[in-house]
């Protein structure tokens, strides 16, 4: 490579090294590149860089794009690299403090709006995180009062600037461990995609899951834990018919709708991500 490589060599380059150091198929190496090489250039469009593929970056752009690339070679996500991830087509701030938000629960969101009408009612988000799920439902359920706790003060910090970045004033954040904070507060619907990866999962040492908050992963032996915890103590802050809905792991919708009417819970089904995985499973309270 020269010692000024243009951006078309800048991108060939760093699609070829993360193609190999991170077995990523050549599509998603190249999307990755793109990404990378967007931030170190100020956030151009990515027309711009099709457009200018023979331009050369200067020093200090080749050096940010460097650095870049490196902390993504290293394995740390690409979502913790930029400080962002899109999700339901909001774009949303990351950091080490929170999950990354994934594509699988869009599922939970779809599955939410179906029991929220389009008229002032109340929504509770247990584990908000980057405050992603929330803030979705409240740009989309304008008139509803959506309440987010999460039992990181971190975590909270991200989603309050979420929120304040697109505007969902109608989002209320709050510190409570589940619904220790919420004494006498009832909704129509709660949804969380709470910890339900078991403690001795390999997975939790592969991949993304090495960089995230092991707190927003880990439920426990089974996984059940906090599903468990949750089930039981939703009907005392449901109003009556209310909808109770939670993202679970691949092979965990039976125990789930088990739990589910086990505690009262009617109407009990499970929903398939877009990838045929039964993702979520919800109840209404009689």
């Known amino acids: 490579m020269p010692l000024t490589p243009t951006i078309a060599q ?16 050549e599509s998603e190496a190249r999307i990755e590149a793109l990404a990378l090489l967007r931030r170190a250039l100020d956030d151009v469009p990515r027309a711009w860089l099709i457009a200018h593929e023979n331009d050369v970056p200067s020093p200090d752009q080749a050096k940010a794009f460097a650095l870049l690339l490196q902390r993504r070679l290293s394995g740390e996500p690409v979502a913790y690299v930029l400080g962002e991830r899109e999700f339901y087509g909001l774009n949303f701030i990351v950091t080490p403090q929170v999950l990354i938000p994934r594509p699988d629960t869009e599922t939970l969101v779809e599955a939410a709006l179906a029991h929220i009408p389009q008229q002032p009612c109340r929504v509770l988000e247990l584990g908000t995180g980057s405050g992603a799920i929330a803030i979705v439902i409240a740009k989309h359920r304008p008139l509803a009062s959506v309440t987010a706790i999460d039992n990181s003060q971190s975590a909270l910090d991200v989603a309050g600037g979420n929120a304040r970045k697109l505007g969902a004033d109608n989002v209320r954040l709050k510190l409570s461990h589940w619904f220790s904070a919420l004494a006498g507060e009832t909704f129509d619907v709660i949804i969380s995609n709470p910890p339900y990866i078991a403690a001795d999962d390999p997975h939790l040492a592969q991949g993304d899951l090495r960089f995230e908050p092991a707190s927003a992963l880990v439920g426990g032996r089974d996984g059940l834990d906090d599903i468990r915890l949750i089930v039981s103590t939703a009907p005392e802050h449901l109003a009556a018919g209310g909808w109770l809905l939670l993202e679970h792991g691949y092979d965990q919708a039976e125990a789930v709708a088990k739990l589910l009417r086990a505690a009262g819970f009617g109407e009990v089904a499970s929903v398939a991500d877009l990838a045929g995985v039964l993702r979520v499973t919800q109840g209404r309270l009689p």
């Open 10 to 25: 800048l991108l060939f380059e760093a699609r070829r090294r993360l193609s190999s150091a991170l077995a990523l198929p």
